[in-house]
T-cell receptor, first 115, second 113 residues
Framework: DAKTTQPNSMESNEEEPVHLPCNHSTISGTDYIHWYRQLPSQGPEYVIHGLTSNVNNRMASLAIAEDRKSSTLILHRATLRDAAVYYCILRDGGYSGAGSYQLTFGKGTKLSVIP | NAGVTQTPKFQVLKTGQSMTLQCAQDMNHEYMSWYRQDPGMGLRLIHYSVGAGITDQGEVPNGYNVSRSTTEDFPLRLLSAAPSQTSVYFC????????????FGPGTRLTVT
């Protein structure tokens, strides 16, 4: 699997936008970019994913660079509930058999939200 | 739907003891998996199943067994607990192994002394 690089930690003020960066310079053409987050003492939860185009959903936006070597998860208005570890994960969209669609979690970015 | 449930929430074992971590989902998902998370680390895949009767190994399978006799349940067995297995264990499920969204349970915190 191609690797991702994320900052260890970031801080944001409450009610301000947050941009969480992810570098993936070795991404392949079939790799999807997934973001999950893990709230304290909980299991991870899906946030968003994309391939080439920017994506929006009720939780966040995903901005993907034109060369796909980096992406940014955007939380439009941070709340205290958004304090979590955010994981950027590449997942090969080319199916090569059962179990090939595994998620590989790195250490992620710990986001702190300041009231 | 209850989603993905795990029991117990906490467990303390002595070295050499065996136990089973339970995982169940009520979403009729075909794909289920077990991860472990050590302090300050990301999750690592232990075992997974693409359907009833089918299981396979992930990244760190040693010391663990799984079986999948029903679609709903995917228990994880520790055969002879070791301190290195102290960790938080998460179960996850998705409709298929190709699905982009996996649903995770709340986790089981296991301590082996």
């Amino acid at each position: 699997d191609a690797k991702t690089t994320q900052p260890n930690s970031m801080e944001s003020n409450e009610e301000e936008p947050v941009h969480l960066p992810c570098n993936h310079s070795t991404i392949s053409g079939t790799d999807y970019i997934h973001w999950y987050r893990q709230l304290p003492s909980q299991g991870p939860e899906y946030v968003i994913h994309g391939l080439t185009s920017n994506v929006n959903n009720r939780m966040a936006s995903l901005a993907i660079a034109e060369d796909r070597k980096s992406s940014t998860l955007i939380l439009h208005r941070a709340t205290l509930r958004d304090a979590a570890v955010y994981y950027c994960i590449l997942r090969d969209g080319g199916y090569s058999g059962a179990g090939s669609y595994q998620l590989t979690f790195g250490k992620g970015t710990k986001l702190s939200v300041i009231p | 739907n209850a989603g993905v449930t795990q029991t117990p929430k906490f467990q303390v074992l002595k070295t050499g003891q065996s136990m089973t971590l339970q995982c169940a989902q009520d979403m009729n998902h075909e794909y289920m998996s077990w991860y472990r998370q050590d302090p300050g680390m990301g999750l690592r895949l232990i075992h997974y199943s693409v359907g009833a009767g089918i299981t396979d190994q992930g990244e760190v399978p040693n010391g663990y067994n799984v079986s999948r006799s029903t679609t709903e349940d995917f228990p994880l067995r520790l055969l002879s607990a070791a301190p290195s297995q102290t960790s938080v264990y998460f179960c996850a499920s998705s409709e298929t192994d190709r699905d982009y969204e996996q649903y995770f349970g709340p986790g089981t915190r296991l301590t082996v002394t």
